[in-house]
């Protein structure tokens, strides 16, 4: 038995008055996803635990099977995990983005730009090691990731600051969410001293020239400790593998135990190797991995970004992997189940991300429904409804020790 989770991130969305009321799901031209969806089980699940924010790190905890409230310590640690960071007892990590910042005093600079143009990692690599060599000392290590995503560890740290998401903010003032509480003070002058150190940086330098936004400062959130968790193998009795271009993902493979492989130019955009992920997910299969989640970024980050054409499109490179993939296991012949669903919805009139239940679909080859649903989120309403996320891997799994 095989199974599949094609987890097309933030990609649920509300009704958009520019195409018609219709969602970007709705939208798309997604033939394969219809064609699967008269087949499968279509429903809402409630991916968000009543109370916890709506992250991505709470939400693809949960759909793969872990409950946040037992396994959830925070976001920077499994990041930090997937960049090799040993933390210890006691130290906090602390997600570190690079982000573009208008000028002015603080009580008028606005978030212009979360990611800072998507900066490259080659790019951000310098730049974090020179805010490492000017900032950095026992108590304060800061670490290089992927693109515009860092990692701070503080020794001896608090989870206690409150500490706001740069994407929850964007084209807003940021004056009144620099870090506030216990050790937000520190936090605070942090950033506040980075635009000196990245200012005239000769990167950022070149990045204007180029028409692209530079890196003016680092912004903190997602603080946490170190995560414990259990082995996928152990707790589902599943070889795993997590495919995904983002450190968080990667992060939570490594704590799982699970498989993650590598594959080049995959960038969590929609400019994406798309070809390159699926080819990634049969090499799992064909190697003995029984389970294999495929992590999109790209529909969350046009969420972010108010990018309605392009969340369409993003949406329709899915439809397209989708179809890849249920070809590719139709033709193994032996029994499978595939499941598509976001984490969390990120509707573009908000830009960030939103606890309300989201749209799945789960396709068993050798259970094949037959109606005339579709797959979006008001067809979803009609559905089954799932209360957790974790009911996703319940459902899966249903039948795995039967003898199909």
Same mark, same amino acid.
Request: aromatic share 8%.
């Given at each position: 038995?095989?199974?599949?989770?094609?987890?097309?991130?933030? &990609?649920?969305?509300?009704?958009?008055?520019?195409?018609?009321?219709? %969602?970007?799901?709705?939208?798309?031209?997604?033939?394969?996803?219809? #064609?699967?969806?008269?087949?499968?089980?279509?429903?809402?699940?409630?991916?968000?635990?009543?109370?916890?924010?709506?992250?991505?790190?709470?939400?693809?905890?949960?759909?793969?099977?872990?409950?946040?409230?037992?396994?959830?310590?925070?976001?920077?640690?499994?990041? *930090?995990?997937?960049?090799? /960071?040993?933390?210890?007892?006691?130290?906090?990590?602390?997600? %570190?983005?690079?982000? $573009?910042?208008? =000028?002015?005093?603080?009580?008028?600079?606005?978030?212009?730009?979360?990611?800072?143009?998507?900066?490259? $990692?080659?790019? *951000?690599?310098?730049?974090?090691?020179?805010?490492?060599?000017?900032?950095?000392?026992?108590?304060? @290590?800061?670490?290089?990731?992927?693109?515009?995503?860092?990692?701070?560890?503080?020794?001896?740290?608090? $989870?206690?600051? %409150?500490?706001?998401?740069?994407?929850?903010?964007?084209?807003?003032?940021?004056?009144?969410?620099?870090?506030?509480?216990?050790?937000?003070? =520190?936090?605070?002058?942090?950033?506040?001293?980075?635009?000196?150190?990245? #200012?005239?940086?000769?990167?950022?330098?070149?990045?204007?020239?180029?028409?692209?936004?530079? *890196?003016?400062?680092?912004?903190?959130?997602?603080?946490?400790?170190?995560?414990?968790?259990?082995?996928?193998?152990?707790?589902?009795?599943?070889?795993?593998?997590?495919?995904?271009?983002?450190?968080?993902?990667?992060?939570?493979?490594?704590? *799982?135990?699970?498989?993650?492989?590598?594959?080049?130019?995959?960038?969590?955009?929609?400019?994406?190797?798309?070809?390159?992920?699926?080819?990634?997910?049969?090499?799992?299969?064909?190697?003995?991995?029984?389970?294999?989640?495929?992590?999109?970024?790209?529909?969350?980050?046009?969420? @972010?970004?108010?990018?309605?054409?392009?969340?369409?499109?993003?949406?329709?490179?899915?439809?397209?992997? %989708?179809?890849?993939?249920?070809?590719?296991?139709?033709?193994?012949?032996?029994?499978?189940?595939?499941?598509?669903?976001?984490?969390?919805?990120?509707?573009?009139?908000?830009?960030?991300?939103?606890?309300?239940?989201?749209?799945?679909?789960?396709?068993?080859?050798?259970?094949?429904?037959?109606?005339?649903?579709?797959?979006?989120?008001?067809?979803?309403?009609?559905? /089954?409804?799932?209360?957790?996320?974790?009911?996703? &891997?319940?459902? &899966?799994?249903?039948?795995?020790?039967?003898?199909?």
């Amino acid at each position: 038995m095989k199974y599949l989770v094609l987890l097309g991130d933030g &990609m649920a969305d509300v009704p958009n008055a520019e195409i018609g009321g219709l %969602t970007p799901i709705e939208k798309a031209h997604t033939p394969n996803i219809d #064609k699967i969806a008269k087949k499968s089980q279509v429903g809402l699940v409630q991916s968000i635990p009543k109370g916890m924010k709506p992250g991505s790190d709470v939400a693809n905890l949960s759909i793969l099977g872990y409950d946040p409230k037992k396994y959830y310590s925070g976001r920077s640690p499994l990041e *930090a995990l997937a960049i090799g /960071v040993d933390l210890k007892d006691g130290d906090v990590a602390i997600r %570190t983005n690079l982000v $573009t910042l208008s =000028d002015g005093d603080w009580d008028e600079k606005v978030m212009l730009d979360y990611s800072a143009d998507e900066i490259s $990692t080659a790019e *951000a690599k310098q730049l974090i090691e020179e805010i490492q060599k000017e900032l950095g000392n026992d108590k304060y @290590h800061f670490y290089a990731g992927f693109s515009y995503r860092h990692c701070l560890v503080v020794s001896n740290g608090t $989870t206690k600051t %409150t500490l706001t998401p740069p994407h929850d903010i964007s084209k807003q003032k940021v004056g009144d969410k620099l870090p506030k509480g216990e050790g937000g003070k =520190d936090l605070a002058y942090l950033i506040k001293a980075s635009e000196k150190i990245l #200012k005239n940086h000769p990167v950022n330098i070149q990045r204007i020239k180029e028409g692209k936004n530079p *890196a003016t400062h680092i912004w903190f959130w997602g603080a946490g400790t170190k995560p414990q968790l259990d082995s996928f193998e152990e707790k589902y009795g599943l070889k795993g593998a997590i495919i995904s271009a983002v450190d968080l993902l990667k992060g939570i493979a490594v704590g *799982a135990k699970m498989k993650a492989p590598y594959v080049e130019n995959a960038t969590g955009t929609i400019n994406t190797n798309w070809k390159g992920k699926v080819e990634a997910v049969k090499q799992c299969f064909d190697s003995g991995i029984d389970y294999v989640y495929l992590h999109m970024e790209a529909p969350d980050e046009c969420g @972010h970004q108010g990018d309605l054409e392009n969340k369409i499109r993003s949406i329709e490179k899915i439809d397209w992997v %989708t179809g890849e993939l249920y070809d590719y296991l139709k033709s193994k012949n032996e029994p499978f189940v595939l499941v598509l669903t976001p984490d969390h919805a990120t509707p573009l009139d908000v830009m960030t991300h939103t606890s309300t239940p989201i749209p799945y679909m789960i396709y068993k080859s050798y259970k094949e429904l037959d109606s005339d649903t579709v797959y979006s989120e008001k067809a979803a309403q009609n559905g /089954v409804f799932l209360h957790s996320g974790s009911d996703i &891997m319940k459902t &899966m799994l249903a039948e795995k020790d039967k003898n199909i």
